[in-house]
């Protein structure tokens, strides 16, 4: 059982790379992730954002992206929808939000021509690696991790199981 991040990278690390789609991906955090992953050979990138930001930043934080096809688009609207078409026509395997809210990566997502819907559920996953806790944790809502915030301590003498949190529901306004 994989119990650790590291133990999960280098499952991935011995796997094919996949082809990954960053809407909104000017910014420092998200492309230091990208950065990380392109040099554990894990993921080839497409970054759909403002090019000019993107090659500041990356040059700041010594990120080389000779081979790595940029997409300049200005509103994280235009992001979202070109990021999200790439996985639709099957030029990327996933998705990433960058910084953009969440709500319009999610309209991207949820659009009736292009975007991702099938008859299946749509669902997404965060996996968290804490602590004070002898498992990672996947959570399918961010208001399950909130949940484990708060009751930490309670949540470490839990008894273990499959599944720990299975759930989250939150309702948006």
């Not at 910084?99 to 099938?118: H, P, Q």
């Not at 996953?125 to 301590?153: I, N, T």
Request: proline share 2%; hydrophobic share 45%; net charge neutral.
């Amino acid at each position: 059982m994989i119990k650790k991040l590291d133990q999960m990278l280098d499952v991935l690390k011995g796997s094919e790379k996949v082809v990954l789609s960053v809407a909104a991906a000017h910014d420092e955090e998200v492309l230091l992730a990208i950065k990380s992953a392109t040099e554990m050979n894990i993921i080839t990138p497409i970054l759909v954002g403002q090019e000019d930001k993107i090659r500041k930043i990356s040059d700041e934080i010594n990120f080389d992206l000779n081979g790595i096809k940029i997409i300049d688009k200005e509103t994280i609207e235009e992001c979202a929808e070109v990021a999200v078409k790439l996985v639709s026509s099957k030029e990327a395997d996933f998705v990433m939000k960058g910084l953009l809210d969440t709500s319009v990566i999610l309209k991207a997502v949820l659009n009736k021509e292009w975007g991702l819907r099938t008859d299946s559920l749509l669902s997404h996953v965060m996996v968290y690696e804490a602590d004070f806790y002898p498992k990672l944790l996947a959570c399918s809502g961010s208001s399950a991790l909130q949940w484990f915030h708060r009751h930490r301590k309670r949540a470490a003498r839990m008894p273990t199981s499959k599944i720990e949190i299975t759930s989250a529901a939150r309702q948006v306004l």
